[in-house]
């Protein structure tokens, strides 16, 4: 990568710390396109140029560089909220080698034993939901849970890693299944040359922003990144599809009828009979126009679950802009192949998300057609609308601040959920008696 993207992308990271930037380099003009990322980190430290006074950001950055970055960073990381420490810290991960001999000291570099590195985060998490309309019962639920996951890497070589993720979960108000271990991240990196990675095992997937899927995915995945570009392509089986997350009332799966044949109402082939999940296949690709400007697609297929029905696909489209140095858009559109009733499924997402200091601020509108979600969303509790058979739209706004180093405070609010309009009236107004907002508080603590 060229030093001149590297230090744009730092220059992202560091947005909020303060300091002020005249011109660095000579050969870094006014009104070159990344001139006030590189002044400002010029400024703050972070970034030397040569003993000529050129910055030479058109040269390959070495790690050892980027180590050099790091350490700056890590060296004014009580600046820096919790999002961008966690950040830092990836890094500091990642150049290990190079920071000690640096002579760096990092905390979580010291969680190692041989060739093995450990990290970990716990949760504790309260959340309400609320019920539109529920007649002669209570109209909201609570849920008071906790979740400790370790995350271990075996670096076997320079170019082979082996990674997996012990998770425990608890529900502090039933003890039913308190206290049980289970791995539900096993998977191996092969890196054979500077850009190219073979993922093979229980891994994750992230299509678009992560607000239609991002989350566990069986199966080998292969990405390549080559400066503003990156490809993927994965084989497999998304995990979290017919979950909690949407529930039996959406069309794409196939399920058993009460009279032990396929409900008639169940359009789409994406899920057999017997609840395993089909195989599916995704292509996607990000191109960062601008320092400031990323987008993205991505297509993804499934397997016929039944040979006497269509098969099903989605596409999409994404994309980030950097409004300023601390605020960000993103959003998503994502459509089926397959009609439903007439029409063809959509889903899209839109949202703004701020970074300031220690605290960081978003709020999103979903808007999501029946059969257009099929779980794994990276959104909070996307649950409460993904089930609705006739389609839901939605507000959530969300809200952080670093209480300390490595820990923070969360929440969301879920609002104004609302059943989309449909041609079968009846059907419209049961579903908006199920409909609900939903908000929920967590305390997160990084190791």
């Known amino acids: 990568m060229k030093k001149i993207f590297a230090l744009a992308a730092v220059a992202a990271l560091t947005a909020g710390v303060s300091a002020y930037a005249a011109n660095p380099f000579s050969?870094?003009?006014?009104?070159?396109?990344?001139y006030q990322a590189v002044a400002d980190l010029s400024a703050q430290g972070?970034?030397?140029g040569y003993p000529n006074g050129t910055f030479g950001g058109e040269k390959h950055i070495t790690r050892f560089e980027v180590a050099q970055i790091v350490a700056r960073l890590l060296a004014q990381e009580s600046q820096l909220n919790a999002q961008q420490k966690a950040t830092?810290?990836?890094?500091?991960?990642?150049?290990?080698?190079?920071l000690s001999n640096l002579?760096?000291?990092?905390?979580?570099?010291?969680?190692?034993?041989?060739?093995?590195?450990?990290?970990?985060?716990?949760?504790?998490?309260?959340?309400?939901?609320?019920?539109?309309?529920?007649?002669?019962q209570k109209d909201y639920s609570d849920t008071f849970t906790g979740r400790v996951r370790l995350n271990l890497k075996a670096q076997a070589n320079d170019k082979i890693a082996v990674k997996a993720r012990l998770v425990s979960k608890f529900n502090f108000e039933d003890a039913k299944d308190n206290g049980?271990?289970?791995?539900?991240?096993?998977?191996?990196?092969?890196?054979?040359?500077?850009?190219?990675?073979?993922?093979?095992?229980?891994?994750?997937?992230?299509?678009?922003?992560?607000?239609?899927?991002?989350?566990d995915f069986d199966g080998v995945v292969a990405s390549y990144e080559k400066g503003m570009f990156n490809v993927q392509a994965g084989y497999g089986r998304y995990r979290d599809l017919n979950t909690d997350d949407v529930g039996m009332l959406n069309p794409f799966f196939v399920k058993k009828a009460a009279d032990g044949k396929l409900s008639g109402s169940q359009k789409f082939n994406i899920q057999k009979v017997d609840k395993s999940v089909s195989e599916a296949y995704f292509v996607q690709?990000?191109?960062?126009?601008?320092?400031?400007?990323?987008?993205?697609?991505?297509?993804?297929?499934?397997?016929?679950?039944?040979?006497?029905?269509?098969?099903?696909?989605f596409w999409g489209v994404n994309g980030k802009v950097q409004l300023m140095d601390n605020v960000a858009l993103s959003g998503d559109y994502v459509k089926a192949t397959e009609k439903l009733e007439g029409h063809?499924?959509?889903?899209?997402?839109?949202?703004?998300?701020?970074?300031?200091?220690?605290?960081?601020?978003?709020?999103?509108y979903v808007d999501l057609d029946a059969g257009s979600y099929v779980g794994g969303s990276g959104l909070e509790n996307i649950a409460q609308a993904a089930g609705a058979k006739i389609g839901a739209k939605y507000w959530q706004a969300t809200a952080g601040v670093a209480l300390a180093k490595d820990i923070?405070?969360?929440?969301?609010?879920?609002?104004?959920?609302?059943?989309?309009?449909?041609?079968?009236?009846?059907?419209?107004?049961?579903?908006?008696?199920?409909?609900?907002?939903?908000?929920?508080?967590?305390?997160?603590?990084?190791?």
């Open 27 to 34: 050969d870094v003009s006014m009104d070159h396109w990344a």
């Open 46 to 48: 972070v970034v030397e």
């Open 88 to 98: 830092v810290e990836k890094l500091a991960a990642e150049y290990a080698d190079e």
């Open 103 to 136: 002579g760096v000291r990092v905390n979580s570099l010291e969680n190692k034993v041989g060739n093995v590195t450990w990290t970990g985060d716990a949760r504790v998490k309260v959340e309400r939901e609320y019920k539109a309309k529920v007649a002669q």
């Open 180 to 215: 049980k271990i289970s791995v539900d991240k096993l998977h191996a990196e092969y890196a054979p040359v500077e850009g190219l990675t073979f993922d093979l095992g229980r891994t994750s997937a992230t299509l678009g922003t992560g607000a239609w899927y991002d989350s």
């Open 285 to 313: 690709g990000n191109v960062q126009l601008h320092e400031k400007v990323g987008v993205g697609a991505f297509y993804t297929h499934f397997a016929k679950a039944e040979a006497n029905k269509k098969a099903n696909a």
């Open 344 to 364: 063809t499924p959509a889903f899209w997402d839109l949202g703004v998300d701020v970074n300031y200091k220690m605290f960081n601020f978003g709020v999103r």
């Open 408 to 447: 923070s405070l969360d929440g969301y609010y879920n609002f104004d959920v609302q059943a989309k309009e449909y041609k079968h009236a009846t059907e419209n107004k049961m579903e908006k008696d199920t409909l609900y907002k939903a908000w929920g508080v967590s305390l997160n603590y990084v190791f």
